[in-house]
Antibody, heavy 118, light 107 residues
Framework: QVQLVQSGAEVKKPGASVRVSCKAS????????ITWVRQAPGQGLEWMGW????????HYPQNLQGRVAMTTDTSTSTAYMELRSLRSDDTAVYYC???????????WGQGTVVTVSS | DIQLTQSPSFLSASVGDRVTITCRAS??????LAWYQQKPGKAPNLLIYGASTLQRGVPSRFSGSGSGTDFTLTVSSLQPEDFATYYC?????????FGQGTKLEIK
C-alpha cells in the first residue's frame, strides 16, 4: 500500500542538528513532491517547506531559511529534512506528506517526535 | 505571506448536527484551499482540495465551498468519529500556510 514511514524519535541538545527521514513505498516516488509540517505540543500545524522529488527544487518559509534543508535520495525513495541550530521551541512532532501544489497532501507519515532539551 | 483565519476556534456540537467552519484568506487565493482533519496523536487527513473536491474515501457528509478569500467546510450530520480538529491550508503561493485550527467537541 501507499505509505510514508518516518524515522524514530530524537532527543537533541540546543545548538545541535537533527535529520529526519521519510521512506516512501507503494507509488512512483518522483511523481509527487514531499512537504514537511511540524506541530509543537498543543499547537497547530506549521508548514516547513516542500521539495520536488523530480528535480530537487525546494521552497522554505522565511522564518526557517538558513536552518532547514530538504533533500531526497531517489535510489531509496527517501526524503530527508535536516534542521540546524536547534532551539527549545523546535520541540515538535515532524511530519512528511506527499503532494504537489493545489491537490493538497494526501499521504502522511506517522510523525517523528523531536525533543530539544539541555 | 498569506494569512488564514479560521472561525470559530472552538465549536461544541451534538451528533447529528450540521456544522460549518469558515476560513478567510488575507488575499485572494482562487480555489487553492485544502481542508484537513486531525485526531489526537495522529497525522492530519486530507478531506477536501480545490476548495470543494472531496478526497477519495472521505464521507459525502463533508463538503467545501468558496473561492477568493472566503471558504467554508460543512459537515451535514455529525458522526461520533467527526469530533476532531480541522485545519485549512492555502496552496496558492509559498509559504503554504495553515489556519490556526478549529476544535470540534462533543456537546
Amino acid at each position: 500500500q501507499v505509505q510514508l514511514v518516518q524515522s524514530g524519535a530524537e532527543v537533541k541538545k540546543p545548538g545541535a542538528s537533527v535529520r529526519v527521514s521519510c521512506k516512501a513505498s507503494g507509488y512512483s516516488f518522483t511523481s509527487y513532491g514531499i512537504t514537511w509540517v511540524r506541530q509543537a505540543p498543543g499547537q497547530g500545524l506549521e508548514w516547513m517547506g516542500w521539495i520536488s522529488t523530480y528535480n530537487g527544487d525546494t521552497h522554505y518559509p522565511q522564518n526557517l531559511q538558513g536552518r532547514v534543508a530538504m533533500t531526497t535520495d531517489t535510489s531509496t525513495s527517501t526524503a530527508y529534512m535536516e534542521l540546524r541550530s536547534l532551539r527549545s521551541d523546535d520541540t515538535a512532532v515532524y511530519y512528511c506528506a506527499r503532494g504537489s501544489g493545489i491537490w493538497g497532501f494526501d499521504i502522511w507519515g506517522q510523525g517523528t517526535v523531536v525533543t530539544v532539551s539541555s | 505571506d498569506i494569512q488564514l483565519t479560521q472561525s470559530p476556534s472552538f465549536l461544541s456540537a451534538s451528533v447529528g448536527d450540521r456544522v460549518t467552519i469558515t476560513c478567510r484568506a488575507s488575499q485572494g487565493i482562487r480555489s487553492d484551499l485544502a481542508w484537513y482533519q486531525q485526531k489526537p496523536g495522529k497525522a492530519p487527513n486530507l478531506l477536501i482540495y480545490g476548495a470543494s473536491t472531496l478526497q477519495r474515501g472521505v464521507p459525502s457528509r463533508f463538503s467545501g465551498s468558496g473561492s477568493g478569500t472566503d471558504f467554508t467546510l460543512t459537515v451535514s450530520s455529525l458522526q461520533p468519529e467527526d469530533f476532531a480538529t480541522y485545519y485549512c491550508q492555502q496552496l496558492n503561493s509559498y509559504p503554504y500556510t495553515f489556519g490556526q485550527g478549529t476544535k470540534l467537541e462533543i456537546k
